[in-house]
């Protein structure tokens, strides 16, 4: 039996919740270093929410729009996930940028999800932006989050083929899938003591 204790993981999100349900099954498995403790969803009506009923992981939907300013709304999350002792603050469609004052609460323990090859199409609609743009490869990062919008260090890649016909949608299909696999491993990976960050590039150590 394996008596470490797992890492305690928060997820950030704000709609459907198909990474948050893909790092939670992994997380799920006998070996797995961590364990979702607690979801945090800006919308009230995110899909998200509902995988956290089901999965039986504390939630709460908080609105920015509660609170009369944006510190004010971003202390409040931090309370809460320290409150919970989060180690690791995982962003999975969280669709709101997070001022310095949260990012330096939490610093090198924030790591997001990209739809696209970063630095490659940071930002809104990156699917789109790749298929705009007639790229023949795109894919998914994972990295951490410091105060740009999608620029901090990369931890994990993966590649995709963009092929003629594709669109936005199938393209985010395409890439969705290898989302749901790059996620946990990154989380895995950081739990793991793997993740030095030198000079803004991550090194894994082995
Ligand atoms: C994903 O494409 C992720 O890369 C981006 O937002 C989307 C969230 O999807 N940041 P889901 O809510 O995890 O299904």
Known sequence: MNN?????VAVLLSGRGSNFESICRY???EDSNFEVSFVISNKKKALGLTLAENFGIPNLYISAKKFPTRSGYED??????????IDLICLAGFMKILSERFIDAFRE???????????????????????????????????FVDTGVDSGPIILQRAVTVDPDDDERSLSE?????EHELFPKA????FNGSLKISDGKVIIEK
């Open 187 to 190: 989380i895995e990976l950081y």
């Open 27 to 29: 997380s799920k498995r």
């Open 109 to 143: 323990r924030i790591v997001n999800i990209h739809p696209s090859l970063l630095p490659s199409f940071p930002g809104l609609h990156a699917q789109k932006q790749a298929v705009d743009r007639g790229v023949r490869v795109s894919g998914c990062t994972v990295h």
């Open 174 to 178: 395409k890439i969705l899938k290898y």
């Open 4 to 8: 470490r204790k797992k890492g305690r």
């Open 76 to 85: 409040h999350l931090i309370k809460i996930l320290k409150e919970q002792n």
